[in-house]
């Protein structure tokens, strides 16, 4: 089966632009989640869909984060607009069971903003 | 104080080398525990998990819970250069995971 596949896989953007991530889970996957890890610190957790519905999204940062998974398939993550601490690798990972264990996680974007 | 603290090392060892990477936790709601491993530029990729305290084991990787104490362990067997990677804590209550720094684990032949 393919894995969890992201893209871009790198993005350079300036302070002030908009970026959009995108993630496709493994079909079937109701659990889809966001995770970013930022410069020297850990891999944080950010929102966890069920299908299209927002299940937990009490580790998005602020309100220029938008995620979305319209028709609960794949989704994206938007960052309008986007600030210099921003920068790191984020992660989608998907799960047929909802629970916390057998995640799938993708490679990652990374995300430079200058 | 964090949730979880991991050593972020590095750690470097001979090939065929016995590894000890461990964590130790602060919130005592967590039920279930994870090693993830991490090669560069992929994501985590999940080793091994347990539930409560106990030991796993899966062929040269063996997983320690000790609640009581608030710690986990990986022990890696007879280690091997590809093992060489960042090694990932990772706990959980429900529905999100709260991961450990990693440590980044270097098997030299």
């Known amino acids: 089966e393919a894995g969890v596949t992201q893209f871009p896989s790198h993005s350079v953007i300036e302070k002030g632009q908009t970026v959009t991530l995108r993630c496709d889970p493994i079909?079937?996957?109701?659990?889809l989640y966001w995770y970013r890890r930022v410069m020297g610190k850990e891999i944080k957790f950010l929102l966890h869909?069920?299908?299209?519905?927002?299940?937990?999204e009490s580790g998005m940062p602020n309100n220029r984060f938008l995620a979305e998974r319209t028709g609960g398939t794949y989704s994206t993550l938007k960052v309008q607009p986007a600030e210099l601490e921003d920068s790191g690798v984020y992660f989608c990972?998907?799960?047929?069971?909802?629970?916390?264990?057998?995640?799938?996680f993708g490679s990652g974007t990374r995300l430079t903003v200058v | 104080q964090k949730e979880v603290e991991q050593d972020p090392g590095p750690l470097s060892v001979p090939e065929g080398a016995i590894v000890s990477l461990n964590c130790t936790y602060s919130?005592?709601?967590?039920?279930?525990f994870m090693w993830y491993r991490q090669y560069s530029r992929k994501g985590p990729e999940l080793l091994m998990y347990?539930?409560?305290?106990g030991n796993k084991e899966d062929g040269r990787f063996t997983a320690q819970v000790d609640k009581s104490s608030k710690y986990i362990s990986l022990f890696i067997r007879d280690s091997q250069p590809s093992d060489s990677a960042t090694y990932l804590c990772?706990?959980?209550?429900?529905?999100?995971?709260?991961f450990g720094a990693g440590t980044r684990l270097a098997v030299h032949p």
């Open positions: 869909f069920v299908k299209e519905s927002k299940q937990d």
């Open positions: 990972a998907s799960s047929q069971v909802t629970g916390s264990y057998g995640y799938t």
């Open positions: 919130n005592s709601a967590f039920q279930y």
């Open positions: 990772a706990m959980s209550s429900y529905n999100k995971l709260i």
């Open positions: 347990t539930y409560s305290s």
């Open positions: 079909s079937g996957h109701d659990n």
